[in-house]
T-cell receptor
């Protein structure tokens, strides 16, 4: 079975600064995807960034980037130039490669961006 | 393209009553998933439909939960009779049948409170 661990329940960052959210996971499989989902207050959960396990290059999406360490089973999210709209709950998630697979989530971390 | 919708957004019921949650996936998405987040815990998988068939219902807590997806379109999740521990946020997600990086699109969730 797969597990995802987010050990930090909450973090705070000053607007325009950089913050890193941690995530570790455990699996015996080699073919999988990792995701960071964002859920703003009272809004739907949306995908922030996706990493394919077989790709060594870290994924980036504008101000969002990941540090994927496959051997260490670590998948952290870096948010650069933090904006007030980044205030949200962030979930790290794992899924085995394949069209019919379920997501395994961490507990989530509440990120607050201070003006 | 309309997103995943869920109804109701909130439901407060007494222990022993019945509640039915509804999810409308994105049009054309064959995969439909139900997840649940109990306060302070991880988002947990409940079950997965491919069209109208249950692909995986390993996460269903017990036989008080019944999910259906008649005609392969919308899905309902009925809890009967509801217990206090059923309180939480129930999320629905959908994805395309073909392999597109396994991205699942989430609805806003239904917050269920059992008193």
């Amino acid at each position: 079975a797969q597990t995802v661990t987010q050990s930090q329940p909450e973090m705070s960052v000053q607007e325009a600064e950089t913050v890193t959210l941690s995530c570790t996971y455990d699996t015996s499989e080699s073919n999988y995807y990792l995701f960071w989902y964002k859920q703003p207050p009272s809004r739907q959960m949306i995908l922030v960034i996706r990493q394919e396990a077989y790709k060594q290059q870290n994924a980036t999406e504008n101000r969002f980037s990941v540090n994927f360490q496959k051997a260490a089973k670590s998948f952290s999210l870096k948010i650069s130039d933090s904006q007030l709209g980044d205030t949200a709950m962030y979930f790290c998630a794992f899924i085995l490669r394949g069209a019919n697979s379920k997501l395994t989530f961490g507990k989530g971390i509440t990120l607050s961006v201070r003006p | 393209e309309a997103g995943v919708t869920q109804f109701p957004s909130h439901s407060v019921i007494e222990k022993g009553q019945t509640v039915t949650l509804r999810c409308d996936p994105i049009s054309g998405h064959d995969n439909l998933y139900w997840y649940r987040r109990v306060m302070g815990k991880e988002i947990k998988f409940l079950l997965h439909f491919v069209k109208e068939s249950k692909q995986d219902e390993s996460g269903m807590p017990n036989n008080r939960f019944l999910a259906e997806r008649t005609g392969g379109t919308y899905s309902t999740l009925k809890v009967q009779p509801a217990e206090l521990e059923d309180s939480g946020v129930y999320f629905c997600a959908s994805s395309r049948r073909d392999f597109v990086g396994n991205e699942q699109f989430f609805g806003p969730g239904t917050r269920l409170t059992v008193l």
